[in-house]
């Protein structure tokens, strides 16, 4: 699932913004994500699956000035520290906009 600013372009865009070849995700499925660009500065949310079941993420930000070169590093992580990210804080969300936060939910089987 591709949101916002990576919705029309999609692995393409994913790639192209990221600076990174298509040997960075072989073995990976991107299962969300999302690209949200508001005035002069946006933020990036990947969420990745391994060949081998394990999931993967990746958190990126950026001003006017740059934008998300050599911030790709895809970090483990799994479904129940992102639910529990989700249900405790406003992970996935702007303040009282929603970002990624119901498409998340929906991808990690819990829709709202």
Same mark, same amino acid.
């Not at 865009?13 to 070849?21: D, M, P």
């Not at 479904?79 to 303040?95: A, H, K, M, N």
């Not at 119901?102 to 939910?105: A, D, I, M, R, V």
């Given at each position: 699932m591709y949101?916002?600013?990576f919705s029309e372009s999609k692995l393409e865009?994913? !790639?192209?913004?990221?600076?990174?070849?298509e040997d960075a995700l072989v073995g990976?499925?991107?299962?969300?994500?999302?690209y949200y660009c508001e005035s002069y500065g946006g933020g990036a949310f990947v969420l990745l699956r391994r060949s081998d079941g394990k999931l993967f993420e990746v958190n990126a930000s950026h001003c006017s000035c740059f934008d998300f070169e050599g911030q790709w590093g895809p970090e483990e992580t799994?479904?129940?520290?992102? !639910? !529990? !990210?989700?249900?405790?804080?406003?992970?996935?969300?702007?303040?009282?906009?929603n970002i990624f936060r119901?498409?998340?939910?929906s991808v990690l089987g819990r829709p709202l």
């Open positions: 949101l916002h600013d865009g994913l !790639r192209k913004e990221f600076s990174v070849t990976f499925e991107v299962l969300l994500a999302s799994s479904v129940s520290e992102l !639910r !529990r !990210r989700l249900e405790d804080g406003t992970f996935g969300t702007e303040g009282k906009l119901k498409e998340l939910l």
